[in-house]
């Protein structure tokens, strides 16, 4: 399968699960409040990067473009419109990186609308650690939580390979105004915003990679204890990772 038959089936996924919380409000909301947690259980993990000035940005980008809970369907809509395209437009690690945000955003979409269904079933539980813990466990899908780890990793891999060609901003920044006018400007932020923030990062010597092992470390880590912990010992780490986002 090319690279713009891969992305036009993960927007479809994308779209048809979207389409399916449309028609059930309940949950559209479980779902939602989900993504909300998690975004805020990546805040407290990583905490202490947030607060260094040398990736705090890097951070931040995965946070509000991978982590976040919030509308992704224009970056999707405009993904979905160029696939075709993407191939002639631009150089290889450029489709590579559209490919890969594409898969993770299928594979993140899919999990969450799972742990929506099973934050429903589980609503009477005491607390949202114990009804995330819960869900998750209900949900399993370990195979699936490690190729979404390994995606996020991938995107980090390939903003980084970007970041070493020659040429290849100066042809992001003269793209802005055309892109703009072509409604591709969510995609425009995307690739900008990731070409500049990993740019700065790889600067610094091994940056990147230690930023990219302490993400594998700490998702890994985190992994191990929902799936093979007690629900005690989930549910207390969780709510101390929780904490630590307020």
Same mark, same amino acid.
């Not at 940005?57 to 369907?73: H, Q, V």
């Not at 591709?184 to 990219?212: I, K, N, P, W, Y």
């Given at each position: 399968?090319?690279?713009?038959?891969?992305?036009?089936?993960?927007?479809?996924?994308?779209?048809?699960?979207?389409?399916?919380?449309?028609?059930?409000?309940?949950?559209?909301?479980?779902?939602?409040?989900?993504?909300t947690?998690?975004?805020?259980?990546f805040?407290?993990?990583?905490?202490d990067?947030?607060?260094?000035?040398s990736?705090?940005?890097a951070?931040?980008?995965?946070?509000d473009?991978?982590?976040?809970?919030?509308?992704?369907?224009?970056?999707?809509?405009?993904?979905?419109?160029?696939?075709?395209?993407?191939?002639?437009?631009?150089?290889?690690?450029?489709?590579?990186?559209?490919v890969?945000?594409?898969?993770?955003?299928?594979?993140t979409?899919?999990?969450?609308? !799972?742990?929506?269904?099973?934050?429903?079933?589980?609503?009477?539980?005491? %607390? *949202?650690? @114990? &009804?995330?813990? +819960? =869900?998750?466990?209900?949900?399993?899908e370990?195979?699936?939580?490690?190729?979404?780890?390994?995606?996020?990793?991938?995107?980090g891999?390939?903003l980084?390979r970007?970041?070493?060609?020659?040429?290849?901003?100066?042809?992001?920044?003269?793209?802005?105004?055309?892109?703009q006018?072509?409604?591709?400007? !969510?995609?425009?932020?995307?690739?900008?915003s990731?070409?500049?923030?990993? %740019? *700065?990062l @790889? &600067?610094?010597? +091994? =940056?990147?990679?230690r930023?990219?092992a302490?993400?594998?470390e700490?998702?890994s880590?985190?992994?191990?204890?929902m799936?093979?912990?007690?629900?005690?010992?989930?549910?207390?780490e969780l709510?101390?990772?929780?904490?630590?986002?307020?």
């Amino acid at each position: 399968m090319d690279a713009a038959d891969t992305i036009r089936n993960c927007i479809a996924d994308v779209t048809a699960l979207r389409m399916h919380r449309t028609g059930d409000p309940a949950l559209a909301q479980a779902v939602l409040e989900v993504k909300t947690l998690q975004s805020r259980r990546f805040t407290g993990t990583y905490a202490d990067l947030m607060a260094d000035p040398s990736v705090q940005p890097a951070t931040r980008f995965f946070l509000d473009e991978l982590y976040s809970p919030g509308d992704f369907s224009d970056r999707d809509d405009q993904f979905g419109r160029i696939a075709g395209t993407l191939q002639t437009v631009f150089p290889k690690p450029v489709v590579q990186t559209a490919v890969s945000l594409a898969v993770l955003h299928a594979q993140t979409e899919e999990l969450d609308q !799972a742990m929506g269904r099973a934050w429903l079933a589980l609503a009477p539980a005491p %607390g *949202e650690a @114990a &009804r995330y813990t +819960g =869900a998750w466990r209900a949900v399993g899908e370990r195979h699936a939580r490690h190729q979404q780890l390994a995606s996020v990793i991938a995107i980090g891999q390939d903003l980084t390979r970007l970041t070493r060609m020659p040429g290849l901003r100066t042809m992001l920044r003269m793209m802005r105004r055309p892109a703009q006018a072509a409604g591709l400007g !969510a995609l425009q932020h995307f690739l900008e915003s990731g070409f500049d923030t990993f %740019g *700065e990062l @790889a &600067r610094q010597r +091994g =940056a990147v990679e230690r930023f990219l092992a302490t993400v594998h470390e700490r998702e890994s880590h985190l992994m191990q204890i929902m799936f093979d912990a007690s629900a005690v010992a989930c549910e207390t780490e969780l709510a101390q990772t929780l904490g630590q986002a307020r």
